[in-house]
């Protein structure tokens, strides 16, 4: 993987990117040599027109991004891939024409359009069919040797059994910690020397995942291993990179604290974010505002009370606020104010509740609280008072998502599906540490993009 802006990026998706990138350049020229020569106008040169080839590669790359094109089952299935750059390509007519409408003449002609998305459907699709398994290869994926041959060398067997896996285990080596649950790994006692049977294997990487570091932690042989240009890792980073979460099962604090995050450069991105969300707010308000009110009026008909409720939500470094969302249950869907966590299929939710909840429209009015500062568009979702106090006695780290504002969208809202009971809670606190630790605008922008292929794909909304 390429850490790109303290994200990590697998290079086959990288790799897959640019190819699509050079694709849609070539979509653009090819429509607009081809057009001009039905009008009996000369082409001219590609250089003679950037803006308008480059705005239409930019438009669609940012489509196919946003609806999944290069997520796990994309990758392994045409017939999944064609599905999502059908979408993609009807997206990115959207952006375009905005792009025309505040920016007039920087994009191609309507005739120009047509033809350059009619072919770049064909190229991307023939890209596909002619890489086929190479991107899912070994050729891209990283080589491991295992120190550990227990219950977290087994985790790391499972992950590489999955078939988005972007690593391959050359070897497992048991460091007589006790009992293997890996039976393949060879006893430290068989190996002469480490460092030259890392080499042999050709690895690139050694993954540390002792059980037990005292009196089993080879720190001389490591020390080699490193000099020889191979990286060596500890468990809890290299399930953060491979899994896009900060694993609750093998953190501790002194990880958090001497671990690349948190990083106090991020004045200049919170000027950013905040200028961000204060512009996308207000424009969100103005142009969702005839949806909100339709929606307003549609819960009044349907149900006794209010359009709008307020619920007590706890927010950055634990104060208190009240969020503002259209009322998706029963008005007396708590008896007594009591919290109750939503369930699947749940009877006090409404029909007009029900398909709010699925298209997310029940969390527009929340603009007028990142208007206020009192949330972002991006990070961690904000729970209530009573969630919290009992969550933070039952899992470690979990105030430490309230170090960011929490946010309408967030890295755990696009990897894991709605959940509403402690389990769920866990899983998405991992996602919640890993966007508060390495948090940039280029990731808010990716989970922006990302989330447009929720709303458009819903999974588990309650």
């Known amino acids: 993987m390429i850490r790109l802006f303290k994200h990590y990026i697998p290079y086959p998706l990288l790799f897959l990117g640019v190819l699509d990138m050079f694709l849609l350049v070539v979509a653009a020229e090819i429509s607009w040599v081809f057009r001009a020569s039905q009008i ?18 930019i438009a669609l790359e940012v489509a196919l991004i946003a609806v999944g094109v290069y997520g796990t089952e994309a990758l392994q299935s045409l017939r999944f891939a064609a ?33 350059a998305m009619l072919l770049s459907i064909c190229l991307l699709m023939i890209l596909r069919v002619m890489l086929g398994t190479l991107l899912d290869s070994d050729v891209f994926k990283r080589r491991l040797l295992i120190l550990g041959a227990g219950a977290r060398a087994n985790r790391i067997a499972e992950l ?8 391959v285990v050359r070897g497992y080596v048991n460091m007589n910690e006790g009992p293997a649950a ?9 190996i002469d020397d480490l460092p030259q049977h890392v080499i042999n294997l050709e690895v690139s990487e050694v993954v540390l995942a002792l059980e037990e570091r005292r009196n089993s932690l080879p720190v001389t042989d490591l020390l080699t291993i490193k000099t020889t240009g191979v990286h060596v890792n500890d468990m809890s980073s290299f399930l953060e990179r491979e899994t896009g979460r900060v694993d609750l099962d093998s953190v501790n604090p002194s990880w958090f604290i001497f671990s690349d995050g948190f ?6 991105s919170t000027v950013f974010k905040r200028s961000f969300d ?9 142009f969702t505002g005839p949806i909100i009110l339709i929606f307003a009026a549609l819960i009044k008909l349907e149900s006794r009370g209010g359009a709008f409720f307020r619920q007590e939500r706890v927010g950055l470094y634990g104060q208190k606020f009240n969020i503002l969302k259209l009322r998706s249950m029963r008005a007396d869907a708590e008896i007594g104010g009591k919290a109750v966590w939503a369930s699947e299929n749940d009877p006090r939710i409404t029909k007009v509740g029900n398909f709010i909840r699925k298209v997310r429209i029940d969390e527009l009015p929340q603009a007028w609280s990142v208007l ?10 904000p729970e209530r008072p009573q969630f919290v106090d009992d969550l933070q006695t039952k899992m470690p780290f979990y105030a430490e998502r309230h170090m960011v504002k929490p946010g309408i969208t967030g890295w755990a809202q696009i990897n894991y ?3 509403a009971s402690i389990e769920d809670s866990r899983h998405k606190l991992e996602y919640d540490l890993y966007y508060a630790k390495n948090y940039t605008p280029f990731l808010d922008i990716l989970i922006l993009l990302q989330t447009i292929r929720v709303v458009l794909w819903p999974e588990g909304a309650r």
Request: net charge positive.
């Open 40 to 57: 009996g106008m000369s082409a001219g040169s590609i250089f003679d027109r950037p803006a308008p080839i480059i705005s239409f590669a």
């Open 83 to 115: 599905a999502r750059i059908l979408v993609a390509i009807s997206l990115g007519v959207i952006f375009l024409s905005i792009t025309a409408f505040i920016l007039p003449g920087i994009t191609l002609w309507r005739s120009n359009s047509l033809y």
């Open 160 to 167: 590489a059994a999955k078939p988005e896996s972007g690593f």
């Open 182 to 190: 890996v039976k393949a790994a060879v006893k430290r006692s068989d």
């Open 263 to 268: 990083s106090a450069g991020r004045r200049i």
């Open 278 to 286: 204060i512009a996308l707010s207000l424009l969100m308000l103005i």
């Open 372 to 381: 206020k500062g009192e949330m972002s568009f991006v990070g961690p979702r």
């Open 417 to 419: 599906p709605y959940g």
